[in-house]
């Protein structure tokens, strides 16, 4: 089992720049690949990043590209998604997820493990 509780979220103006924190504990947490997804009002979940189990491997959604980065750090059991340059269609709530195995996907469906989600909400 792995436990996941993000942070960070929060209000900012269009432009702004955010730091989301996703804090690990339980089993050894640089087995897992590690994932950022998003869910809008009304819309499906959606994939923001990854970031593989060594971190030397980082996939990004499209939308996202040259925006958002994310990071980990085993020693801390933490993993990061820095979203800067942010917009109003950034707005959701924002979960990271863990997943066992060694390649990232976009798969939500692939991830075993969920944190309870922060919300981002990105002012025009």
């Known amino acids: 089992q792995v436990q996941l509780v993000e942070s960070g979220g929060g209000l900012v103006q269009a432009g702004g720049s955010l730091r989301l924190s996703c804090a690990a504990s339980g089993r050894t947490f640089s087995m897992y690949a590690m994932g950022w997804f998003r869910q809008a009002p009304g819309k499906e979940r959606e994939f923001v990043g990854g970031?593989?189990?060594?971190?030397?491997?980082?996939l990004y959604a499209d939308s996202v590209k040259g925006r958002f980065t994310i990071s980990r750090d085993d020693a801390k059991n933490t993993v990061w998604l820095q979203m800067n340059s942010l917009k109003p269609e950034d707005t959701a709530v924002y979960y990271c997820?863990?997943?066992?195995?060694?390649?990232?996907?976009?798969?939500?469906?692939?991830?075993?493990?969920w944190g309870q989600g922060t919300q981002v909400t990105v002012s025009s």
């Open positions: 970031i593989s189990r060594n971190g030397r491997s980082t």
């Open positions: 997820a863990a997943k066992s195995a060694f390649t990232l996907t976009r798969d939500a469906a692939a991830y075993e493990y």
